[in-house]
């Protein structure tokens, strides 16, 4: 009887492995063919022709340690991938029997943004995909060359992509003039625009925009005096 327990526990990792092997290998033809399409550079350098690209030391530092706060505050610690942060994910996704977390660094999110946002392949082949894609971006440009690439590359609803056409449609001002309150705003928004967006519910929003700066007193870009002077900005709704 457990000689036949065994054999089924081996047949179970044999065919584990053989099923994670061929979504590794199918993530990496769906890699290799979206770099046959266009050179990772050349696609860099064709965001970066864009006429709202903006470089990241214009714009608030604030804002730049928002994103990085709600985002993936590991970002300049870890490399493509952030095993913490997907172990953390797993454990609350199944403790809340819901997908809340998904665990994308920066990187992955660029990845993403820059080749694969409109695929509709299978979602665990694009992820795999965009590891690859993402280990690219590690090799090739320093960690803020990536975040800026995101914050130029990632959707703010409302048509508006980028923080330069997002704070000229939201708040009628170039990003580099984007007050503190208003950058703990944007860097909400991006997990779910059709949510997040002022114009879709300002309840939601002002609710995230608070996530955004508990964050950043967490990983110590805020003190709790800052941070209570900037909900106290919020409005009543």
């Known amino acids: 009887m457990k000689k036949w327990i065994v054999r089924i526990l081996i047949l179970i990792l044999v065919i ?26 050349d696609k860099i350098e064709k965001v970066k022709q ?3 690209y903006v470089a990241l030391e214009t714009l608030p530092v604030g804002y730049k340690n928002a994103v990085v706060s709600v985002e993936d505050h590991r970002f300049y610690k870890h490399g493509p991938i952030d095993l913490i942060a ?26 993403k943004n820059l080749y694969f946002i409109s695929n ?18 590690e090799k090739s440009y320093e960690k803020d060359d990536i975040l800026e690439f995101y914050i130029n590359t990632i959707y703010f609803g409302d ?10 449609g939201y708040f009628d001002k170039p990003a580099k003039d984007m007050t503190l309150y208003e950058a703990t705003m944007l860097a909400g928004i ?24 508990f ?19 919020q409005p009543k709704v």
């Open 16 to 41: 584990g492995l053989a099923v994670g092997g061929f979504i590794v290998y199918q993530g990496y033809c769906m890699y290799k063919d979206a770099l046959d399409t266009i050179s990772l550079s």
């Open 50 to 52: 864009d006429k709202n």
């Open 86 to 111: 997907i172990a953390r994910a797993t454990v609350t996704n199944i403790r809340s029997k819901q997908f809340l977390e998904g665990g994308s660094t920066i990187s992955q999110q660029v990845a």
């Open 120 to 137: 509709d392949t299978n979602a665990m082949y694009r992820k795999i995909a965009e590891i690859f894609m993402a280990s690219d971006l």
């Open 159 to 168: 048509g508006y992509y980028g923080v330069e056409e997002a704070c000229q």
């Open 190 to 213: 991006p997990n779910a625009p059709s949510v997040y967006a002022p114009t879709a519910n300002l309840n939601l929003t002002l609710s995230r925009q608070k996530k955004v700066i």
């Open 215 to 233: 964050t950043m007193v967490e990983n110590e870009y805020l003190t709790q005096e800052q941070a209570d002077e900037l909900l106290g900005m």
